[in-house]
């Protein structure tokens, strides 16, 4: 259980993300320190590896001397809750241990100091299409109104494998992609930047278990094989997207570039904004059919900062409105036998809310360009611009405490 009184030494102010009921893990480097495992609290960072060297944890410091999470996500969840559970009482205000030790100054780190780094080696990449607003927004735009989702859609989660090698972290910049586009009344296709560049708010998930060719994950074990929890942006090329994407998907519309927020939540951080998810109708079959709810309470928001001009929060949203949870994901991704490894990323697909304000993309918050948005210093969007930036940032909050991401960064820069 969650103790929502418990208090930290370290100095936590009421709007940060990283209080210590959460206490997420990141990989980051300073002047003087090589890249290693990092726990984020209020606006300072514990050297994971510094306490192991000084005895404060009980665990293989070759664990935490790495540029990755992988190796100490294999070791499950247990391990990671064993590893939180010490931490709190390390930080905890009533505890002493580590705040009078002589070794505070080099386990401590103001996060000023810091780069971060990309937490995990992600070998395989999958982006699911689970809300059903968006799907049914898409739907509505593209095809038929009346038939806005495809026959398949609520009989399991779709889904595509992406590309893994063009997740970066933030923040990142990220420039504007080239490829073949097909006006409607054009004859033939044209090449250069795409127009319609779009952001897609996600989250992302992160398996911690490896399972071998041919072994399925039943709907009630896939928590046991989901680590934690990052914000995810996946960048996105509208007309390319729609010239390229029959018959077999997106490609370069995006490939070319995702962006993640640096510090992973753990699940067990989560746990407490567990809540139902959408009425599933028509039921589900029996495989993917989970015995107790497993959606989360994560409040969502996305901001446009043009260049040289202040941040705008231009949608809001919720990851609780996914009509597919992350279990069901898991679980149909491997039921025909597909092999997970530790470090696997699986995006929820952009989750937007029924409101207008609650959309996550520019393609529905501007609905395909004819409703523009109009920034606080005058100019419009019907899709981001060069110079733009894209934030994004998520948080659960309970008893007037947070458990947050962080922000996902991204500038849009031009075309080369």
Not at 80 to 89: H, T, V
Not at 163 to 187: C, F, L, N, W, Y
Request: aromatic share 10%; with cysteine; charged share 20%.
């Amino acid at each position: 259980m969650t103790d929502f009184s418990l208090q930290s030494w370290v100095e936590v102010t009421q709007e940060s993300d990283f209080t210590i009921q959460n206490l997420p893990f990141g990989i980051f480097s300073t002047q003087k320190k090589s890249a290693r495992v990092g726990v984020a609290i209020g606006n300072k960072i514990v050297d994971v590896l510094e306490l192991a060297n000084n005895g404060f944890i009980d665990f293989d410091t070759t664990l935490f001397d790495t540029d990755k999470l992988n190796d100490f996500m294999a070791l499950g969840r247990p391990a990671a809750s064993k590893l939180r559970n010490r931490l709190q009482e390390l930080l905890n205000e009533n505890n002493d241990e580590l705040r009078d030790s002589t070794h505070r100054g080099s386990i401590m780190v103001n996060m000023s100091e810091a780069t971060m780094h990309m937490p995990v080696q992600v070998g395989d990449y999958t982006d699911f299409y689970s809300s059903e607003d968006h799907a049914r927004n898409v739907g509505t735009m593209f095809r038929d109104p009346n038939n806005a989702l495809l026959p398949n859609w609520k009989h399991l989660p779709v889904g595509y494998h992406g590309r893994a090698s063009s997740i970066v972290v933030s923040p990142a910049e990220i420039h504007r992609p080239k490829g073949q586009t097909k006006a409607d009344d054009a004859a033939a296709p044209s090449f250069g930047p795409t127009r319609l560049f779009d952001f897609e708010l996600e989250m992302a998930f992160i398996t911690c278990k490896q399972t071998k060719l041919g072994e399925s994950i039943p709907i009630d074990e896939a928590e046991n094989a989901i680590w934690g929890m990052v914000i995810f942006n996946d960048l996105s090329a509208r007309d390319i997207q729609k010239w390229e994407y029959v018959p077999l998907g997106p490609f370069l519309a995006k490939n070319f570039g995702s962006v993640i927020s640096p510090w992973v939540v753990t699940m067990d951080a989560l746990e407490p904004f567990r809540t139902k998810g959408y009425e599933q109708d028509p039921e589900v079959l029996p495989y993917l059919k989970p015995s107790k709810d497993a959606n989360f309470d994560i409040h969502l928001e996305v901001a446009l900062q043009p260049e040289n001009g202040e941040a705008q929060t231009i949608c809001t949203s919720n990851y609780k409105f996914m009509y597919w949870n992350m279990n069901q994901q898991l679980t149909h991704q491997t039921v025909n036998g597909c092999n997970i490894n530790v470090g696997d990323m699986y995006a929820s697909g952009t989750i937007s809310g029924p409101e207008e304000n609650q959309y996550g993309s520019m393609l529905e918050l501007t609905w395909r360009g004819t409703k523009p948005i109009t920034l606080s210093d005058g100019s419009e969007r019907k899709f981001m611009q060069d110079g733009d930036t894209c934030i994004m940032r998520a948080h659960a909050e309970k008893e007037g405490v947070r458990v947050g991401f962080g922000e996902a960064i991204v500038k849009i820069l031009p075309a080369t």
